[in-house]
Every structure is written in structure tokens, then in C-alpha cells.
């Protein structure tokens, strides 16, 4: 039985891969060092934000921009937000529709943080004032999941709709009506809401630094062991 052998490895091929290797990490510790100063500035434009400014539809708004709003509460359209935790604790986050102008599209608000408990969640708790009222808060979105599975809105009539990382997308398609590109992060001094610390994000820049330290600690150490390997072939 005839056999062939096998031509060896090109000797430069694991310098080349080791070489590249050595490229992605330095390039994630860039991007980590990065986005550790966008947190960063983040945090920094969280603390000079003062004053409520009147908010109108149509405005530029900056993130976390202190905001006034003016409008009615649609109390029949609430969604509770699933899966949010709090102090190592399951609950929802409560958004209800702020109604402005006639044909305007809606201003989400979130008016914070509630546990989920064994027992069936209270509606009574939900309500809201009549007519129109004065909101203010913080300019700033939705929270996000890394993934998703499945609706994120429960379908079907029933209200409050639970809702698990939903987009302004999905969350106007249940409405039936157009929403903000923002939402309202209650203040935490206004009445009508519930638990609320709001920051910018909880994984900070420390962690993003961090991160980017490990990355080109991994990369210096992988360059030295390619030129230790290659000084040790050469002088061999």
C-alpha cells in the first residue's frame, strides 16, 4: 500500500496566525479603551445636566437631557417590563404613554422599577392621574438585552401588556399609534412612580478599562513567546 507523506507546515505560518492573533487583541483593547471613554463622557454629561427644559415634539434632545413634559397619562396602555434587576431582585419596569398634541406621536415614560412577587401584581398600583400633568425627567431609552427569543410584547387584548426588551418598534405596533424616538426617565422626585436610580450604566468605564488591560496583557505575552520562538529557531 502506497503511502505519501505529509509536506510539513510552512516554518513562517505559525508566525503569521501568532502575528495576527497579536493584531485582534491589541484592536479589542483599543475598542475596549474606547468605549470606556464613552462611558466615561456619558457619566461626566449625566452630572452637568441642570435645570428642566420644556420638551416639545420635534426637539433635539440630548442624552440624559433634564426634560419637562406636558401631556395626559394613558393609563389603559401600560406595559411592565420583565426581567429587570434591581438589587439582585426580578421586577418590572412600569412605561406609560404620555399623550401630548392631537395627532403628535406618544411620549414614553418610565416610572421606574417595581418587584415581582408571588402574588398577582396589584393594578390599583398602576394608576395614574387625570387630565393633563407636568412630568419631568431624563431624557433616555429603552433598556436592551444582548439577545432576544421569541415576542417581546405579549399579544392579545389585555392590559398592561407584559413585555420583555421591547423596541419603540414593537412597542408602538401594540399601541397602534407612532411613539418618540426617547423616553422619559422619571424623575425620581416626581409623584406617581415607583423605585428609580436612574445612571447612565451600571457597567462603567472601569470594567471597559479593565477589559482592555487583559487584552494587551494577552497580546504582549503571545508577542513574546513569537519572538522568543523565533530567535530560538534562528540562533538554533
Known amino acids: 500500500m502506497n503511502t505519501q507523506s505529509r509536506k510539513p507546515l510552512p ?7 501568532g502575528a495576527l492573533l497579536v493584531a485582534q487583541f491589541a484592536g479589542l483593547g483599543a475598542w475596549q ?15 452637568d445636566e441642570t435645570g428642566f427644559t420644556p420638551w416639545h415634539h420635534g426637539m433635539d434632545v440630548r442624552p440624559y437631557q433634564r426634560l419637562e413634559a406636558f401631556g395626559t397619562f394613558d393609563g389603559e396602555h401600560q406595559f411592565l417590563l420583565e426581567n429587570i434587576i434591581v438589587n439582585s431582585r426580578y421586577g418590572y ?29 396589584d393594578l390599583e398600583r398602576l394608576e395614574v392621574p387625570e387630565g393633563r400633568v407636568i412630568v419631568r425627567g ?9 439577545m432576544k427569543m421569541g415576542d417581546a410584547v405579549n399579544a392579545g387584548d389585555d392590559w398592561p401588556k407584559a413585555a420583555v426588551y421591547p423596541s419603540l418598534e414593537e412597542v408602538a405596533a401594540a399601541l397602534g399609534r407612532d411613539v418618540q424616538p426617547l423616553v422619559l ?16 450604566t451600571e457597567f462603567g468605564p472601569g470594567k471597559h478599562f479593565g477589559y482592555a488591560l487583559q487584552w494587551f496583557a494577552m497580546g504582549a505575552v503571545l508577542s513574546g513567546l513569537l519572538i522568543w520562538n523565533y530567535r530560538k529557531k534562528r540562533f538554533k
Open 33 to 47: 479603551i474606547s468605549r470606556g471613554m464613552e462611558k466615561r463622557a456619558d457619566q461626566q454629561l449625566y452630572r
Open 138 to 146: 431624563r431624557a433616555g431609552s429603552l433598556p436592551r438585552a444582548g
Open 11 to 17: 516554518s513562517w505560518l505559525p508566525l503569521v496566525v
Open 185 to 200: 426617565l422619571m424623575d425620581h422626585e416626581e409623584e406617581h412612580g415607583f423605585l428609580r436610580h436612574w445612571v447612565p
Open 93 to 121: 419596569y412600569v412605561i406609560t404613554p404620555l399623550v401630548g398634541l392631537t395627532g403628535e406621536p406618544v411620549l414614553l415614560v418610565n416610572r421606574g422599577w417595581l418587584e415581582k412577587t408571588s402574588e398577582p401584581l
